[in-house]
């Protein structure tokens, strides 16, 4: 099993900005979201983790015990020049293409199907081992972000890049993908066990 927990909420969260590459920290309701998803990845064997503190810091919250392997290619797209921006300040002609185009790269940043190609690889790369972790009876977990859950998630599908725009994600969600008869299957999408207190 490949349980993918998106990270808490962070600063840049709280102020509503699209946040790709900057590296924001968790906020301290982020950082308790973190921890309510505790027994969510209980008996874990691997831990992985984009390079950004605010995923690295929710994998440490989520209290494995387990060491955080760092893997580059779970980190957020880079949105370029738009990266600490509100949406509102993304010009309408520019979100309709990038909403349109999974290809499109804003200035300076990645594009949703360059982030696509690195996360199938990832994830191709956990379930090739017919006896490993994620593909066997274990259970790996990734701490990533929006984009690349949700690039995680089209795979399992067997849809393409554009999906991802048809896909809610909350922070400190949980997301599930196992190893079915014909391959990937979504087994579980946004959980959020920090939103069941309330």
């Known amino acids: 099993m490949l349980i993918l927990v998106r990270h808490g909420e ?3 969260n709280a102020d509503g900005l ?3 590459r900057i590296d924001a920290p968790l906020t301290p309701r ?10 969510t990845v209980a008996g874990a064997e691997r831990l992985i983790s984009s390079p950004l503190t605010r995923a690295r810091d929710t994998a440490e919250a989520l209290g494995t015990g387990l060491p955080v392997e760092i893997d580059d ?7 370029g020049e738009y990266d600490g921006r509100k949406l509102t300040d993304i010009p309408a002609d520019v979100w ?10 804003p ?40 984009s690349p859950i949700k690039a995680a998630a089209c795979w399992s599908l067997g849809m393409g890049d554009e999906g991802a725009w048809r896909l ?9 993908i196992r190893w079915g008869p014909g391959g990937p299957v979504l087994a579980g999408f946004n959980h959020t066990p920090w939103s069941d207190r309330r």
């Open 96 to 105: 309709r293409r990038w909403r349109s185009d999974p290809g499109f790269v």
């Open 30 to 39: 982020g950082l308790d979201q973190a921890r309510s998803l505790a027994d």
């Open 18 to 20: 699209l946040l790709g």
């Open 10 to 12: 962070s600063t840049g």
């Open 107 to 146: 200035p300076g940043g990645e594009s949703l199907a360059s982030a696509g190609t690195r996360v199938r690889e990832a994830c191709e790369e956990l379930f090739a081992d017919p006896d490993g972790a994620a593909r066997g009876e274990g259970t790996v977990v990734v701490v990533s972000h929006v």
């Open 73 to 79: 290619r779970w980190v957020e797209v880079d949105y």
């Open 168 to 176: 809610y994600l909350a922070n400190a969600s949980a997301t599930r």
